[in-house]
């Protein structure tokens, strides 16, 4: 299914200026950057002259014109590889693939091309190119609309991966992915293009692979990213009225991810909790917690929990994605099993 | 159609494809020996294709290549040394001996790579030409591929957004006849300059193993595609003499495949003419012993190169190293 562009466009055009919704803070950070830098192109399925499925590229034909706004023919592969040509070539494209679900067909561009140039070149060039693509359920857009695929990214040296979780950060994080010398898939959230925060005249920055703490707390901490973020902070809100003071941390970049900001939250919560919508299996969360349990073995007071979709195809039925699907009583549930963690000695297998 | 062509133009493309010959028998004979790591694919007997089209190509026109690259390369003049450097796993290889023969890249020449993935170089071949179109460099780009690619999805995405989009990109095909191992006729069930046409791509087919006959399908070509005429088409029938990789035993051609193959020689057609024109025999002698004596230097020099920097290496994984540990 490819959806008609009004069927999803946002209420993206009746924020106030003080609070700016993340479809907007996208679209705006897009046309800073074109207006910044000249290299600097657009190209992708129904982009141009349709705004973007989401709505998150309305305006930008008209602002600059057909030679940097360009719609493409439905061809994901040649839409990778044409940016990596590009950017191998002094451009620095900004490229959509409209649902994360459709990357397999861009894979070779991305995984064997984008990632790999400068390492396998010797160091000759960049590849400074964007990635723009949506993820996530929530939308009962079924099994090949709704995946998190992140993980896939973060597995591939030379790629870097970034999710943002609101507005001010979407703004932020995409300036610096549009910035950044090398390939960085930045994904978005469909159910966060609505979402509303405060996005400055004048945004600060935020680098890549630095993580943010949403929220303090001594007892746990709970990793997230993306429309996660907000789960876990409604979590950790209802468990602050039980006497449960959650930590909880946006890891905003998967790749490269801020070991550091994780290991000092966990030295003084010394339990950990990863929640991501993605599969659980062999997912981020997955690599945080071997890596944490390396560093931090003897000090974590609990086996680090991961949460995450189950392990199935994102299912259509309202009923079945919202059960397969990682929520906030998830993550709650997480944490108190966490913070009840009885040791045992014994390992039955 | 053929331009005329001076004895030093004729001599220039000559040597070019002596170059080629001389430095894939050097580097056939340097495997056999256990001295190139990894896999070796060799275009002897398709040299007239590089030569013929990169003659045609300005220093800042960019090509885009295939696993059967080394004829590409150094047409488009990239550093003999670090060439054979490259291929040999040296730090002083144009990629520090991370690629090897299948990623020999030059970027200061325009060459964009060598390639691993049949098709792979398309998109890139793609991007480049946008990126020429959008900068107003008055560049094209070319993009190597073979018989093989004409089965790949990308090639077909690559003709569509070209022609829509009136790209500066040249669809160079080296058809040999071989997908790897198995014959085209097997492979492929449309014709390239058919496919051309339904995307309203003008397409030439031109005799590959013809150096001068290649250039002069390839001058007006690049000129059309360098003054706003969109993307063009350029098949050349060449012939492949060794397997698909260096001890490949071949067993699926038959001797006729292979003896037919021989008998269009790209080499032994230039040297012909070259001798026709007048240039005495001792002179092109001359030129092919300077010719091999570079080679025998750069191998050399590659032989006492150094082994890659793996601290170098992993520090390149991006081109600002990254705090932290990422596996």
Same mark, same amino acid.
């Not at chain 1, 009004?6 to 996208?26: D, F």
């Not at chain 1, 040649?78 to 900004?94: D, E, M, N, S, Y």
């Not at chain 1, 979407?170 to 925060?197: C, H, M, Q, W």
């Given at each position: ?45 129904? +982009? ?25 023919? !439905? ?27 459709? %990357? ?66 979407? $703004? ?11 390939? +960085?898939?930045? +994904?978005?959230?469909?159910?966060? $293009? ?53 930590? %909880?941390?946006?890891?905003?970049? !998967? ?6 900001? +994780? ?87 | ?5 001076? /004895? /030093? ?52 026109? *960019? ?127 449309? /014709? ?93 002698? *001359? ?41």
């Amino acid at each position: 299914m490819r959806p008609q562009p009004p069927m999803y466009i946002p209420r993206l055009w009746q924020a106030t200026m003080a609070e700016t919704r993340y479809g907007m803070a996208i679209n705006r950070a897009l046309a800073d950057a074109m207006q910044a830098d000249a290299s600097v192109i657009l190209f992708g399925e129904d +982009v141009a002259a349709p705004g973007g499925p989401f709505a998150v590229t309305r305006g930008l034909l008209a602002k600059f014109g057909p030679e940097r706004v360009r719609d493409t023919p !439905i061809s994901e592969a040649t839409i990778a590889g044409a940016a990596v040509g590009a950017a191998l070539g002094g451009l620095k494209p900004v490229v959509e693939i409209m649902f994360m679900d459709f %990357v397999t067909l861009a894979m070779d561009a991305l995984v064997n091309q984008a990632a790999k140039a400068h390492f396998m070149f010797g160091g000759q060039c960049s590849v400074p190119m964007v990635v723009r693509t949506p993820h996530g359920g929530g939308l009962n857009a079924g099994p090949q609309h709704s995946q998190c695929l992140e993980a896939w990214f973060a597995h591939v040296p030379g790629l870097k991966v970034v999710v943002p979780s609101n507005p001010a950060d979407a $703004y932020a994080l995409l300036r610096a992915a549009i910035a950044d010398p090398d390939p +960085v898939v930045f +994904v978005e959230n469909k159910t966060l $293009y609505s979402s509303k925060g405060e996005l400055a005249d004048a945004p600060q920055p935020v680098a890549i692979g630095s993580a943010r703490i949403a929220q303090s707390g001594s007892d746990a901490t709970i990793v997230a990213y993306g429309a996660s973020v907000a789960a876990a902070l409604k979590a950790a809100a209802t468990l602050a009225a039980e006497g449960i003071a959650a930590e %909880v941390i946006d890891l905003r970049s !998967i790749q490269p991810w801020d070991e550091r900001a +994780v290991l000092e939250s966990v030295a003084k919560t010394r339990r950990l909790i990863v929640a991501h919508e993605a599969v659980t299996a062999f997912g981020v969360g997955a690599e945080i917690a071997a890596r944490i349990s390396e560093l931090a073995f003897g000090g974590l007071a609990a086996p680090v929990l991961r949460v995450g979709a189950d392990f199935m195809p994102v299912p259509f039925a309202r009923s079945l994605e919202r059960e397969c699907l990682p929520g906030e009583a998830d993550i709650m549930a997480a944490v108190r099993r966490s913070l009840d963690w009885k040791p045992n000695a014994r390992i039955k297998p | 159609m053929h331009m005329e062509l001076n /004895q /030093q133009d004729l001599l220039s493309l000559y040597e070019t494809m002596v170059l080629i010959r001389r430095s894939e028998e050097r580097l056939s004979r340097l495997f056999a020996d256990g001295e190139v790591p990894g896999f070796l694919h060799l275009s002897i007997g398709q040299e007239a294709v590089p030569v013929g089209i990169c003659a045609a190509l300005q220093a800042a026109d *960019t090509v885009a290549s295939t696993h059967r690259g080394h004829g590409h390369a150094l047409a488009k003049g990239v550093d003999l040394g670090g060439f054979f450097a490259e291929i040999l796993g040296r730090e002083e290889g144009l990629c520090r001996g991370r690629g090897g023969s299948i990623h020999v890249a030059d970027l200061r020449v325009g060459m964009l790579g060598a390639n691993g993935i049949v098709g792979g170089g398309l998109p890139l071949a793609l991007g480049s030409a946008l990126a020429h179109q959008v900068r107003r460099t008055g560049g094209v780009a070319v993009a190597f591929f073979g018989d093989g690619a004409m089965a790949e999805g990308v090639l077909h995405e690559c003709l569509n957004l070209a022609s829509l989009w009136k790209l500066p990109l040249i669809f160079a095909c080296e058809n040999n006849g071989w997908s790897e191992f198995s014959p085209l006729e097997r492979q492929f069930a449309a /014709q390239l300059g058919a496919l051309g046409n339904a995307f309203g791509i003008p397409a030439v087919q031109v005799d590959g193993s013809d150096v001068e006959a290649v250039r002069a399908a390839a001058n007006p070509i690049v000129a059309l595609a360098r003054g706003g005429g969109g993307p063009q088409i350029l098949e050349c029938l060449t012939h492949r003499w060794r397997g698909h990789y260096e001890g490949d035993p071949q067993k699926y051609r038959d001797a006729g495949d292979l003896a037919d193959a021989r008998s269009r020689d790209p080499l032994v057609m230039s040297e012909a003419r070259i001798v026709a024109m007048g240039i005495p025999a001792d002179r092109i002698r *001359t030129l092919e012993r300077a010719v091999e004596a570079r080679i025998e230097a750069a191998v050399e020099a590659a032989r006492l190169g150094r082994e890659p920097d793996y601290a170098a290496a992993a520090a390149d994984v991006y081109t600002q190293a990254v705090a932290g540990d990422h596996g």
